[in-house]
C-alpha cells in the first residue's frame, strides 16, 4: 500500500506514533539509568563518609580520655574538683562548635542528582521546543 492511501496513511501514522514511542521509552531508560548510577554514587560517598567519621570520632575519642586523666592525675593532689571542671566545660564547647558546624554546613552541599535533573531538564526543553534546532 502507499502512504496515499487511507490504509498506508494509517500504517505510516501508526508506524511515527511507535517510533516516538520508543524513542520516549528509550529516552526515559536513559535518564533512570543514569539516576540509578548517582545513587550508587552518592550511596557510596555516603557510606566511605560514615566510615571515615567513625574511626576519626573514635580516634579522637581515646586521645581526649588519654588528655583529660593525664590532666586529672597532673592536678589530683591540689585542683581534682577545678580540673574535671575545666575538662568537662573544654569538651563542652568542643561538641557545641562541632554541632554547629555540622548544622550550617549540611544545607550547603550539593544536592544529589545534579546531573539526572540537568538531563531532565534539557528533556524537557527539547520537547518544548526551546533549543535552536526546531526554530
Do not use: N
Not at 5 to 22: D, E, F, I, V
Not at 61 to 69: D, I, V
Amino acid at each position: 500500500m502507499t502512504e496515499g492511501t487511507p490504509g498506508g496513511a494509517s500504517a505510516g501514522l501508526r508506524g511515527a506514533l511507535g517510533q516516538l514511542g520508543g524513542s520516549l521509552l528509550g529516552l526515559l531508560r536513559t535518564r533512570l539509568e543514569l539516576a540509578a548510577l548517582e545513587l550508587d554514587e552518592e550511596r557510596d560517598r555516603a557510606i566511605e563518609a560514615l566510615i571515615l567519621v567513625h574511626v576519626a570520632v573514635l580516634a579522637f575519642a581515646f586521645a581526649l580520655l588519654a588528655a583529660s586523666t593525664l590532666v586529672v592525675v597532673l592536678f589530683w593532689d591540689s585542683y581534682r574538683i577545678a580540673a574535671l571542671c575545666g575538662m568537662t566545660i573544654v569538651y563542652l564547647a568542643i561538641g557545641i562548635v562541632a554541632a554547629l558546624r555540622f548544622s550550617r554546613k549540611r544545607p550547603a552541599d550539593a544536592r544529589p542528582f545534579v546531573g539526572t535533573l540537568a538531563e531532565l531538564e534539557r528533556d524537557r526543553a527539547w520537547l518544548g521546543g526551546e533549543l535552536g534546532g526546531d526554530k
